[in-house]
């Protein structure tokens, strides 16, 4: 049983999965100002239907995860489950997540959500096989989630602030997985998908991510002029931790190939996501 969950946790790439969760939920707080009884079928909804897209990627990736050294421990490679079972699963996970969003959240919540999983399995991972750039396209599956808990509270997908919160998490996506690239261009390469370290050394690349992150900070920046924060302790928070981001991620401009820096400038703009998601969930919550 506890292997089975094991292979579950993994199949399901639960560590990501959760972030959709709290993304998704942070979109309800955003609109709600709280917490209401709707959060609860809307988190649930949107796990279970990440995690069933989570396993399709595995079943889609089966034959190049295999030759990666990152991947080829994942359960279908491994022959720890076979694809059809693991096919089976997703499909359980899916009908089940669409049913709670429909019944708890209502059937816009539950449409945007499995537009994400047509987005993200039908055409950003098809997509990155060919182009090099499929992570542009590809990042709208970060914009989604919250837009999903926005509705969920009774938002509309026409509401500025929630452009300017999707906008963020899309903007974020881009250097999030250029900082991974860096560090795994070998495995992608081996794999035979198409990357930017092809076209651009490690140098280049690295300065060209650093923009993006500049990018994702001043995007940060523009989310109280959309109304959204109400205090200005807040505010300095998002100051604060967007200058940090900005100075700590200068290192990626300076004549270093090693792959710690890429992996704590990674692990960096991860941590400014959730700082301004808990920034801006305290303003609703607490302050």
């Avoid at 396993?55 to 490679?77: C, F, G, S």
């Amino acid at each position: 049983m506890k292997n089975k969950i094991k292979i579950l946790v993994e199949l399901t790439k639960l560590r990501i999965t959760l972030f959709v969760t709290v993304t998704t939920a942070f979109g309800f707080i955003s609109y709600a100002g709280g917490f209401t009884l709707v959060i609860i079928p809307t988190v649930i909804g949107i796990l279970l239907l990440a995690c069933g897209s989570a396993v399709i990627n595995h079943y889609q990736e089966r034959a190049t995860d295999a030759l990666m050294d990152r991947t080829k421990n994942r359960p279908i490679p491994a022959g720890k489950i076979t694809p059809p079972a693991a096919l089976t699963v997703a499909v359980v996970l899916i009908i089940t997540g669409s049913i709670v969003l429909f019944f708890g959240s209502g059937w816009l919540a539950m449409v945007l959500s499995l537009l994400n999983l047509i987005w993200y399995n039908g055409i950003y991972t098809p997509l990155k096989k060919v182009n090099p750039l499929a992570i542009i396209p590809g990042s709208i599956v970060g914009a989604i989630p919250p837009a999903v808990g926005w509705v969920a509270a009774g938002g509309s997908l026409l509401d500025p602030q929630l452009s300017i919160l999707a906008f963020f998490f899309f903007i974020w996506q881009i250097p999030h997985f250029w900082l991974l690239l860096l560090v795994f261009d070998k495995d992608y390469e081996k794999a035979g998908f198409p990357t930017l370290t092809k076209i651009f050394n490690h140098q280049q690349l690295a300065r060209i991510t650093f923009i993006w992150i500049i990018a994702t900070v001043v995007t940060s920046f523009l989310i109280p002029l959309f109304g959204i924060v109400n205090s200005q302790w807040i505010n300095i928070g998002l100051l604060a931790a967007g200058v940090w981001l900005c100075w700590d991620s200068i290192n990626l401009l300076r004549q270093s190939d090693g792959k710690i820096s890429f992996k704590f400038a990674f692990m960096h703009i991860n941590y400014f996501a959730l700082s301004v998601v808990l920034l801006l969930s305290i303003d609703k919550l607490v302050i």
